[in-house]
Each structure stands twice: as C-alpha cells, then as structure tokens.
C-alpha cells in the first residue's frame, strides 16, 4: 500500500483557480469512487472537503469541487481567497483500507 | 455533529505500547466508524485503521502486526493500542468519526523517546 501522489506545493493569486492532482493506481483511486480531500491549516485538525470524489459535506463553500480519471483523482479551487492557504490532503480507500497522499501545501500568493 | 478528544501520554519510551482513548460526545459511537490517523511531523496523514460499533476493525497493513482498536460503547470511547513502538512512531494522532471520516479530534503529539 503505496502513499499517493500530490505535488509539494502549488501557488495563485487570490481570486483566480488552482487545481491540486493525486495520482494513485487501479488498486485505490481507479478502482473505487471514494476519493476524499481534506484541507488542513498550520497546528488544526484537518477538515473533510470533499467526499465521494466530487460531493460536498453541508457548510464547503462551492468553490471547492472534486474529479476523477482513471486513477487520477483532483481538486480545484475556484475564486481562491487569502484564507484557502493551507495544506491539502487526498485520501482514498484502497479495499478494506484508505491510503492518504503526502499533502500539497497551497500557497496564496 | 460528533465532537472527538484525543487523551493519552505524551512521551512513551521505545519498545512499550502506546495506548490512546478517543472520547466522543455529540452523539453515540453506535452506527459510526471511528478511525486513527497519525501525522508524523513535517509529513502526511497516516491511516492507522478503524472499528465500526459493531466491534469488526480494519488496519493499515503496515501496522497490522502491532496495532488494537477496540471500542467501549458504555463509555463512547474508542481505544488505540500501538506495540513495540520506535523513533517512527512519534507523531500527532487523530480519532476521527464517521466512514468518510467526517469528525475530527484536535489531535495529541505522542514522542517516543527514552
């Protein structure tokens, strides 16, 4: 059971779109539709963004939205905002277990 | 909504087990899963693994070997036994509530050291 990929770090200015990719195989990401994305800022717990690939617990603004293909998996932020710095975690089950992502750290610029 | 809380000691010496409880209030641990997740420092989420209130448990293949999640649904709490621990093994851990892991405690650094 291998971490899943997600880049370090990406950046954007406020009020413009970044997407976070998270690339796993046909054993997690490809083969089940249960990706989750969470959102962490400095010393918090994280906090459930995305659930199901693309569904959103009540309360997540919509400018948080999930996708799925093949055994890629993403989350994009729209209209970003100065308060969306912060790290973000993918997350998917991998059969009987969840395997997480190493994390990309967003910066707002 | 669940509200979880991590309690434990923060130090543990290498080699003895690292036992954590998760209290939750808000509602009943009954018809929830409760899993463990640990944060190395500096690193990603870790999935330890979880119970549903049935008492059926799932683990992190990685750690299978050396880890107990039981649940006391008397006391709403949830319990983490982590054996034979190392240097690794410190980190912050997390209970957190329901499949997609929805409710989260504030977490509790646990360093191993002796």
């Known amino acids: 059971q291998s971490a899943l990929t997600q880049p370090r770090s990406v950046s954007g200015s406020p009020g413009q779109s970044v997407t976070i990719s998270c690339t796993g195989t046909?054993?997690?990401?490809?083969?089940?539709?249960?990706v989750s994305w969470f959102q962490q800022h400095p010393g918090k717990a994280p906090k459930l963004l995305i659930f199901?690939?693309?569904r959103r617990p009540s309360g997540v603004p919509g400018r948080f939205s999930g996708s799925k293909s093949g055994n890629a998996a993403s989350l994009t932020i729209s209209g970003l905002q100065a308060e969306d710095e912060a790290d973000y975690h993918c997350?998917?089950?991998?059969?009987?277990?969840?395997?997480f992502g190493g994390g990309t750290k967003l910066t707002v610029l | 909504q669940l509200h979880l809380q991590e309690s434990g000691p923060g130090l543990v010496k290498p080699s003895e087990t690292l036992s954590l409880t998760c209290s939750v209030s808000?509602?009943?641990?009954?018809?929830?899963?409760c899993s463990w997740i640990r944060q190395s420092p500096g690193k990603g989420l870790e999935w330890i693994g979880y119970?549903?209130?049935?008492?059926?448990?799932n683990y992190n293949p990685s750690l299978k070997s050396r880890v107990t999640i039981s649940a006391d649904t008397s006391k709403n709490q949830v319990s983490l036994n982590l054996s034979s621990v190392t240097a690794a093994d410190t980190a912050v851990y997390y209970c957190?509530?329901?499949?997609?892991?929805?409710?989260w405690g504030q977490g509790t650094l646990v360093t191993v050291s002796s």
């Open positions: 997350c998917s089950y991998a059969g009987r277990s969840w395997v």
């Open positions: 046909s054993s997690d990401v490809g083969g089940y539709d249960f």
């Open positions: 119970i549903y209130y049935s008492g059926s448990t």
């Open positions: 957190a509530g329901g499949y997609n892991l929805d409710f």
């Open positions: 808000g509602g009943s641990i009954s018809g929830y899963y």
């Open positions: 199901d690939v693309n």
